[in-house]
């Protein structure tokens, strides 16, 4: 026969278990919390990635270069640029958006993903599934030729197009890309048919184009210095108002046409970055799109400021998914990229 304890000593003895139960389960939450603490703290104790999804040599690519040089020194880490172009820029986000999110893995997430994603080339919702750490800055997109080419003005442009439809030929940076979908766009309103040739980035499609093996180049300025050298002549650019290094050359919106493109970069990591990495990350760029370093970069390449905080890009992402549901219906996208 078994000794029964007293009521008031098992009630001590439950007290006293539960108490050492709870205080257990603090020194190992602690334990858990404590390296990543110390993670944040120390983070970066290795260099960075940075994937671009660009070719090297473009107005993007120079552009995320000379950010990640200046966060570089206020992060006091190396930030490794690395190309993956392709897929209009969809093949370096895939990438970006499957690494780990322990912040050694950063990149630049062109804004087309808000409608690539609903095209179907790009698997994931961008409005929940990518952390944003900073809108940088917008391209200036136009139209150029040779300085030989029969075109003189977007006016002899359109009605070659008209006379002849199909014939025209234009270089862009990728189907779906901003400079495929904004000359289409301007088709559209002109009421006319360009045959497009679809190029991996903007420095292959510029070379062809040259080379006069295509009529015009839809491109961000990779064209400016060659229309600086009178070696190109640029007919029209698509932003709100005339750029003030080619101020001669008009927009498309002055010419008649309601179309304006700026498709502006942005910069981002994989779901699921940790908030206080995540802050250290948007601290660095913010500070990298204000330093006078990237300002001259920026304006050698035509690139306008146009800084937003992450959690304010992500808001414009959502607003600009909103906007390419509809340009998907009204250009015939999805029809585009099946005959394609």
């Given at each position: 026969m078994t000794d029964r304890l007293p009521a008031s000593?098992?009630?001590?003895?439950?007290?006293?278990?539960?108490a050492a139960a709870t205080a257990a389960a603090a020194t190992g939450t602690a334990s858990l919390l404590a390296p990543r603490i110390a993670r944040a703290a120390e983070y970066p104790d290795r260099p960075i990635t940075f994937i671009c999804p660009w070719p090297v040599g473009g107005t993007a690519d120079q552009s995320m270069r000379a950010l990640c040089q200046v966060a570089s020194g206020i992060l006091k880490q190396s930030i490794v640029v690395e190309?993956?172009?392709?897929?209009?820029?969809?093949?370096?986000?895939k990438a970006l958006a499957?690494?780990?999110?322990?912040?050694?893995?950063?990149?630049?997430?062109?804004?087309s993903v808000a409608r690539f994603s609903q095209l179907g080339m790009l698997q994931l919702d961008p409005r929940k599934e990518l952390t944003y750490l900073a809108r940088t800055s917008g391209q200036t997109f136009g139209?150029?030729?040779?300085?030989?080419?029969?075109?003189?003005?977007?006016?002899?442009?359109?009605?070659?197009?008209?006379?002849?439809?199909g014939r025209v030929t234009y270089a862009h940076a990728g189907i779906g890309g901003a400079t495929h979908v904004g000359m289409e766009q301007f088709a559209l309103a002109a009421g006319v048919k360009f045959n497009a040739i679809a190029y991996k980035g903007g420095s292959a499609a510029l070379q062809d184009v040259l080379a006069n093996q295509v009529d015009l180049l839809a491109?961000?300025?990779s064209w400016?210095?060659?229309?600086?050298?009178?070696?190109?002549?640029?007919?029209?650019?698509?932003?709100?108002?005339?750029?003030?290094?080619?101020?001669?050359?008009?927009t498309l919106k002055e010419l008649g046409y309601n179309v304006v493109v700026?498709?502006?970069?942005g910069i981002g990591a994989p779901k699921g970055l940790p908030a206080d990495i995540e802050k250290k990350l948007r601290d660095a760029f913010r500070a990298a799109v204000a330093s006078p370093e990237?300002?001259?970069?920026?304006?050698?390449?035509?690139?306008?400021?146009m800084y937003l905080d992450g959690p304010d890009y992500r808001k414009y992402v959502s607003e600009v998914y909103e906007q390419e549901t509809q340009l998907i219906q009204r250009l015939k996208l999805k029809e585009m990229l099946a005959q394609s």
């Open positions: 000593l098992m009630r001590r003895r439950l007290l006293l278990g539960s190309n993956r172009a392709g897929a209009s820029g969809m093949i370096g986000t499957r690494a780990t999110p322990d912040g050694y893995t950063i990149g630049q997430i062109p804004i139209i150029a030729v040779p300085d030989g080419s029969r075109f003189k003005t977007l006016a002899d442009v359109v009605a070659e197009a008209k006379a002849h439809p491109d961000s300025s400016a210095p060659h229309v600086e050298a009178g070696k190109m002549r640029l007919l029209a650019t698509w932003g709100e108002q005339r750029t003030p290094r080619f101020s001669n050359a008009p700026e498709a502006p970069n990237f300002k001259t970069v920026a304006a050698r390449i035509d690139a306008p400021i």
